[in-house]
């Protein structure tokens, strides 16, 4: 019976459309092998090591000189010149994000109808800096400057410390629409959450309401079928899906849509670490207890969101629109604090996501407490976190002890000790999984979005996040990283030291091979 249940897996495996891409991106790689087998073991012999030693050679300094990241740069260093002749084929098919002539169009595109839609609303940092302090005024410089992404008042948020006390939340603001209503994530997997949700947006089409929906095809690659756009356009529901996967081994394939939308008539948002799958409220187990977040915004903030989606959907859907007609009245009544939504691309060499957290580690007096799925980070990460530790400010950092990918855990342990030495104290999340990615510092400033503590949130993926300054979720995120804590267990610098040399040298190795991860 088991073994029959085993080749039932197997075979819807394969004709699954993951399957299938997955078969055809090893034929390539087996190909592209045997190809160099042939070619190393000719009478050419000679030539081809010459001829590869001068690609790994250009290649490195094509890296050096490239703007990326210099952690990210060092690590394919290493792999380009420790892996020849391989290395130079797998920066050139995966390493850059170097843009086609017709992307660097539709980027400028982008960027001119963002900027044309909020830049009218920027210039508030100096009056942030003012009211809360230079700290403040200078990361909201910074995101106004670079993202075009303003500060807002008049903006109600909260802070939910599970998907699952959003859920409801969701589905009631769904209910509620009354213009449109437009959702942009990374995957999308038909189960409680998605079928609810997907229930109440077929009735809102009915109602003569416009419905978009935006999700990575990468990451619904094993959730969805293929058609799934075609089913939903029956519906009546619009439809993109970013960045089509073919199976061609590319560069193109590294930029993923790893942001998480929820607009509903420019009045109402949510995002953060949350997709719209059974795991993520808990309807389904997979890696224990899965413990995320979201934040809803209510207010002016909105617009900031409504406009990166309509920005990202002219860019999936290679048309331009006016997005005067989607602008809400300014909304009634005021709020606590002052909101910053923000958004990261890959292409324009501006790290925003790691910037943010960086501006955030380096402004922390007292403390700065950090959630993350995954610890694969660089020299400056490092070094914040450790300086900052060292010169007395509380940083605590909250990861998962049951991990969903096992290579990328290990990889986040080899990073443990370093930080301990320094005085950091880490934590593992005992019931399960932890997808929150929040910061909290000094009771003053969080964040909560999208963007992972690795390389590809932070150089790869299209990301997004909303600053917070000093409103009532910034103690709310605070309460909830204290209670997770309890919850979790303390990591010691004798816990990473008990492991052999074996298990020490393997951890070391990943750490090569971050930038692929």
């Known amino acids: 019976m088991r073994t029959r249940r085993v080749q039932s897996k197997i075979g819807k495996l394969l004709f699954h459309r993951m399957g299938i891409v997955g078969v055809l991106i090893i034929a390539q790689i087996v190909l592209y092998g045997v190809g160099l087998a042939v070619l190393w073991n000719s009478a050419a012999f000679g030539w081809v090591k010459w001829l590869f030693l001068i690609l790994s050679v250009l290649a490195a300094m094509w890296i050096v000189g490239d703007k990326s990241n210099p952690g990210y740069k060092i690590g394919w260093l290493i792999i380009v010149l420790a892996l020849m002749p391989f290395g130079p084929v797998a920066y050139l098919l995966l390493g850059g994000n170097h843009l086609s002539a017709f992307n660097q169009r539709r980027l400028r595109t982008m960027e001119r109808k963002i900027r044309k839609n909020l830049a009218s609303e920027c210039g508030r940092s100096a009056f942030l800096g003012e009211l809360l302090g230079e700290d403040a005024g200078c990361m909201a410089r910074y995101l106004e400057q670079t993202t075009h992404c303003p500060v807002y008042g008049n903006t109600r948020t909260k802070y939910y410390p599970l998907g699952d006390d959003c859920y409801d939340d969701i589905l009631d603001a769904l209910r509620k629409a009354r213009r449109y209503v437009f959702i942009e994530y990374f995957i999308i997997e038909e189960g409680k959450f998605w079928n609810s949700v997907l229930d109440i947006l077929a009735q ?13 095809d990468i990451g619904s690659m ?16 619009q439809c993109r899906v970013f960045n089509r996967f073919v199976p061609v081994v590319s560069l193109r394939q590294n930029n993923r849509d790893h942001r998480k939308y929820m607009i509903v008539d420019g009045r109402t948002a949510f995002t953060g670490g949350i997709n719209m799958a059974d795991e993520y409220i808990n309807a389904k187990r997979r890696f224990g207890h899965w413990k995320d977040s979201a934040i809803r915004l209510e207010g002016d903030a909105v617009w900031s969101v409504t406009v990166s989606f309509l920005a990202m959907w002219d ?8 997005f005067t007609p989607f602008r809400p009245e300014p909304a009634r009544g005021g709020a606590a604090g002052y909101v910053q939504p923000y958004h990261d691309c890959p292409w ?6 790691q910037t943010v957290y960086l501006h955030l580690i380096h402004r922390a007096k007292r403390y700065v407490y950090i959630t993350t799925p995954y610890l694969v980070i660089d020299y400056s990460l490092t070094m914040a976190l450790t300086s900052a530790a060292k010169s007395g400010v509380d940083v605590r950092i909250i990861t998962p002890h ?22 950091v104290q880490i934590f593992e999340y005992e019931p399960g999984f932890i997808h929150s990615k929040n910061f909290v510092v000094d009771d003053r400033f969080a964040t909560v979005g999208t963007v992972n503590l690795d390389y590809r949130s932070m150089f790869l993926h299209f990301e997004n996040g909303v600053l917070l300054y000093d409103t009532p979720s910034v103690r709310a995120i605070r309460e909830d990283f204290l209670d997770t804590q309890t919850k979790s267990l303390m990591v010691t610098l004798e816990d990473c030291r008990s492991i052999s040399l074996a298990h020490r040298t393997f951890r070391d190795l990943l750490r090569l091979f971050a930038p692929l991860l």
């Open 402 to 423: 049951i991990p969903d990918k096992k290579t990328v855990f290990e990889m986040t342990r080899s990073h443990y000790e370093e930080l301990l030495g320094a005085g």
């Open 204 to 216: 809102k089409v009915r109602e003569g309401l416009e419905v978009r929906v935006i999700y990575d």
């Open 222 to 237: 094993a959730t969805l079928p293929g058609d799934y756009p075609a089913r939903l356009e029956e519906l009546g529901i």
């Open 315 to 322: 860019f999936t859907n290679s048309e331009e629109e006016h």
């Open 348 to 353: 324009d060499n501006e790290p925003v996501g």
